[in-house]
């Protein structure tokens, strides 16, 4: 448990010494119980099945977060001070001052895509399985908004600046099981998105990718073009406040009409759920006085993907465990 405590001025050695420890040893020396070989020179943590040990390095892939040594593990996971994670590694008590205060600094973030597959097959079989057109991802994975990444096989979803330049990302496991995460460093202002290339006044919202990517199936199925409507996707699960009028716009939502004044109206599909109905009378509530809202659910189902699977006769796999969907 993280301790609020003074700042202090720790001497260089001990730091260093206590960053020599990588996180297998401490293990094995500390909490050799909480140590479980996956295979080979793979390990992982009892309390933590999704942090990967090996080859000096540690990744936790369900919170997306890694380090080398052991004192990233403490700071990291275990969630000490800085200071507590020293001692606790070199059984050095620090002595305490006050520390000079330093002018804080907005460091831009840098997003860490996962290594690309050499092809797509596995998330090309993943989302027409989940009745997508199989046209539109093949030109999802051409402009590199979709694509599989190399480690796991995951689906890889990318959202874009106005330049074109990568901002975010979020995995979704193709293998059936309900992993999902946003790619380190994302930038959740910039969120998965199908744009039109002519400027239009309406912006269709989604809580999810795949969302997205069956409403504009179903456009398609009608004879429509998608192409000529803006689809967004929400970066995260949007949680307004209690009080509605007090609730954010989302961020992924406020960033796209502040650099889209052009906008008028936008269509609101979010899920036919609790979480979906809350979310569409908060951004009522937020955005009326300024744009025409409309109200615009999947006819079936909790979600647009239900909905999509429904209206072209697909069971849906595994039902009780897609419960959620990449963002």
């Given at each position: 448990m993280r301790i609020s405590r003074p700042y202090v001025q720790l001497d260089p050695a001990v730091i260093e010494q206590a960053r020599q420890m990588d996180l297998l040893s401490y293990l094995r020396a500390y909490e050799p119980s909480n140590l479980v070989r996956v295979?080979?020179?793979?390990?992982?943590?009892?309390?933590?099945?999704?942090?990967?040990?090996?080859?000096?390095?540690?990744?936790?892939?369900?919170?997306?977060?890694?380090?080398?040594?052991?004192?990233?593990?403490?700071?990291?996971?275990?969630?000490?001070?800085?200071?507590?994670?020293?001692?606790?590694?070199?059984?050095?008590?620090?002595?305490?001052?006050?520390?000079?205060?330093?002018?804080?600094?907005?460091?831009?973030?840098?997003?860490?895509?996962?290594?690309?597959?050499?092809?797509?097959?596995?998330?090309?079989?993943?989302?027409?399985?989940?009745?997508?057109?199989?046209?539109?991802?093949?030109?999802?994975?051409?402009?590199?908004?979709?694509?599989?990444?190399?480690?796991?096989?995951?689906?890889?979803?990318?959202?874009?600046?106005?330049?074109?330049?990568?901002?975010?990302?979020?995995?979704?496991?193709?293998?059936?099981?309900?992993?999902?995460?946003?790619?380190?460093?994302?930038?959740?202002?910039?969120?998965?998105?199908?744009?039109?290339?002519?400027?239009?006044?309406?912006?269709?919202?989604?809580?999810?990718?795949?969302?997205?990517?069956?409403?504009?199936t179903y456009l398609k199925c009608e004879g429509k073009d998608y192409g000529k409507e803006n689809l967004l996707s929400l970066s995260g699960v949007y949680q307004p406040k209690k009080e509605l009028s007090e609730s954010k716009v989302p961020i992924a939502l406020s960033t796209y009409l502040k650099e889209n004044p052009q906008i008028k109206t936008v269509v609101l599909h979010l899920d036919n759920d609790k979480t979906g109905r809350l979310c569409t009378a908060a951004l009522k509530e937020l955005l009326q006085n300024k744009y025409e809202i409309v109200d615009a659910p999947p006819p079936v189902g909790k979600d647009f993907n239900d909905f999509l699977l429904s209206y072209l006769g697909i069971s849906r796999a595994n039902p009780a465990r897609e419960r959620g969907d990449v963002r």
């Open positions: 295979g080979g020179n793979v390990y992982c943590t009892r309390e933590h099945d999704s942090l990967k040990i090996s080859n000096g390095k540690w990744y936790w892939w369900s919170r997306g977060i890694g380090g080398v040594s052991a004192l990233d593990y403490l700071i990291k996971v275990k969630d000490y001070g800085f200071v507590e994670a020293v001692e606790a590694l070199t059984g050095v008590s620090a002595e305490w001052i006050p520390p000079p205060k330093m002018p804080k600094k907005d460091e831009p973030k840098v997003l860490l895509l996962p290594p690309k597959n050499k092809d797509c097959n596995r998330v090309m079989q993943y989302l027409f399985g989940r009745g997508i057109d199989y046209q539109l991802i093949q030109d999802c994975v051409a402009d590199g908004t979709i694509y599989e990444s190399a480690d796991y096989h995951n689906a890889v979803f990318i959202g874009k600046d106005k330049s074109g330049t990568p901002k975010y990302a979020a995995l979704r496991s193709t293998l059936g099981s309900t992993f999902k995460q946003d790619a380190s460093g994302s930038d959740k202002r910039y969120s998965f998105r199908l744009l039109t290339k002519e400027p239009t006044d309406t912006v269709h919202l989604f809580e999810a990718a795949i969302d997205l990517l069956s409403y504009a």
